[in-house]
């Protein structure tokens, strides 16, 4: 393919709403955009970045999820930062670095909405955590943990998908609030490093079949769980059901497990557990919490100045061509951070 023109990853005739497979992408070329393509209050993006993230495969399904929906033909969409190559809008001008909603395409053109940020003005090595820390996950975790989780100092938090970008901030918020937290992960490797990362007690599900993860959890949160983040869903998640706090919290921020899996085990169900702990349960998608955006990444920005919170842990991918094998290595544990590709 000629570098001259642009690449852009589209979404293959006969969606799959199964398991994901390569033959659900094609890369397409076309030609590079001109300023006279762009419309007013519209700039061109040449993309330095993109995060490979699970909420992809959710825009791929034939039904609406939580996440907007991918048409046939229309460019796969994901969190990115660019450099404004042409702008015909004053809040962005040439030269400049936003961070927001992007096609997977090396140039593309953008409107106002899709921008979430303007962060030229961020230190350079501040870029990649508005894909992590500082960028959508983090904004996930804050505004979750804050707006539904109602933490408080002594309780017990219990995170699944631990290793993952959102668990990462929100255990350094809870332990910064002053909770007991605890984590689900799937190995001891993944456990040792997360012990920096605000979990006082980390448990390896991938150890033990479900009565034993049961017991586990329990041993692991001796007090009960007050609050459960949930990244996983799926049969750890049923573990888990058991072991709830009166009043206690279930936020479901996502199933990573569950997304690529088009078995119909249904599990355990939730209703007398709901009941007898008089449970609140709260779904969110942090994309329709955009009111909150601003407080967020100021109190975001102000921790991670401080040193309150660390950085998310990258996978760099090198190679546009790479992006939808980078999807499906997703949904199989083979990364341990957010895989971001270079474009
Ligand atoms: N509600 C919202 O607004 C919102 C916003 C952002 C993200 N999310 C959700 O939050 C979760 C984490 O997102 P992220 O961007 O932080 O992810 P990420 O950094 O890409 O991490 C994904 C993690 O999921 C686990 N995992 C991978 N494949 C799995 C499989 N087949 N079965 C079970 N677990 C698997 C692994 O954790 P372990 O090895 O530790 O198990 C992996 O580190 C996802 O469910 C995502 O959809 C929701």
């Known amino acids: 393919m000629s570098s001259s023109k642009s690449k852009t990853w589209v979404l293959a005739e006969g969606k799959d709403v199964g398991e994901l497979t390569l033959n659900n992408f094609k890369?397409?070329?076309?030609?590079?955009?001109?300023?006279?393509?762009?419309?007013?209050?519209?700039?061109?993006?040449?993309?330095?970045?993109?995060?490979?993230?699970?909420?992809?495969?959710?825009?791929?399904?034939?039904?609406?999820?939580?996440?907007?929906?991918?048409?046939?033909?229309?460019?796969?969409?994901?969190?990115?930062?660019g450099q404004v190559i042409e702008s015909k809008n004053s809040k962005y001008p040439k030269?400049?670095?936003?961070?927001?909603?992007?096609?997977w395409s090396t140039y593309a053109i953008i409107q106002e909405q899709s921008v979430w940020s303007d962060i030229t003005n961020y230190?350079?090595?501040?870029?990649?955590?508005?894909?992590?820390?500082?960028?959508?996950p983090g904004m996930a975790g804050y505004i979750g943990l804050m707006k539904y989780g109602n933490p408080k100092p002594g309780e017990t938090i219990l995170i699944s998908s631990a290793s993952s970008t959102v668990a990462s901030v929100v255990a350094q918020i809870a332990k910064l609030k002053g909770l007991n937290v605890v984590g689900l992960t799937?190995?001891?490797?993944?456990?040792?490093?997360?012990?920096?990362?605000?979990?006082?007690?980390?448990?390896?599900?991938k150890k033990y079949?479900?009565?034993?993860?049961?017991?586990?959890?329990?041993?692991?949160?001796p007090k009960g769980i007050d609050i459960y983040w949930d990244n996983v869903g799926g049969d750890v998640s049923d573990s888990v059901l058991p072991h709830f706090n009166d009043q206690g919290r279930f936020i479901i921020c996502g199933a990573m497990s569950m997304y690529n899996d088009p078995s119909t085990n249904k599990g355990e169900r939730i209703y007398l557990h709901a009941l007898d702990k008089q449970l609140n349960?709260?779904?969110?998608?942090?994309?329709?919490?955009?009111?909150?955006?601003?407080?967020?990444?100021k109190q975001l920005v102000e921790w991670k100045k401080a040193g309150?919170?660390?950085?998310?842990?990258?996978?760099?991918?090198?190679?546009?061509?790479?992006?939808?094998?980078?999807?499906?290595?997703?949904?199989?544990?083979k990364f341990f951070g957010k895989p971001v590709m270079i474009v």
């Open 27 to 81: 890369l397409e070329e076309r030609e590079i955009p001109k300023e006279d393509n762009l419309k007013n209050g519209e700039i061109l993006i040449k993309l330095e970045r993109t995060a490979i993230e699970p909420f992809i495969k959710e825009t791929m399904k034939n039904t609406k999820g939580f996440a907007p929906v991918t048409k046939p033909g229309d460019p796969i969409q994901g969190f990115g930062i």
């Open 95 to 103: 030269g400049n670095v936003v961070w927001g909603f992007f096609p």
């Open 123 to 136: 230190p350079k090595e501040y870029r990649s955590d508005f894909l992590t820390n500082l960028g959508m």
């Open 186 to 205: 799937s190995s001891d490797e993944r456990i040792r490093e997360l012990k920096n990362l605000g979990f006082d007690a980390l448990v390896n599900y």
């Open 209 to 221: 079949d479900l009565n034993g993860l049961s017991r586990a959890i329990k041993d692991a949160t």
């Open 281 to 297: 349960l709260k779904g969110f998608v942090v994309l329709y919490e955009t009111a909150h955006f601003s407080e967020t990444l």
């Open 308 to 333: 309150k919170i660390k950085s998310g842990r990258i996978q760099e991918i090198n190679g546009f061509e790479n992006a939808p094998q980078a999807l499906l290595d997703l949904f199989h544990h």
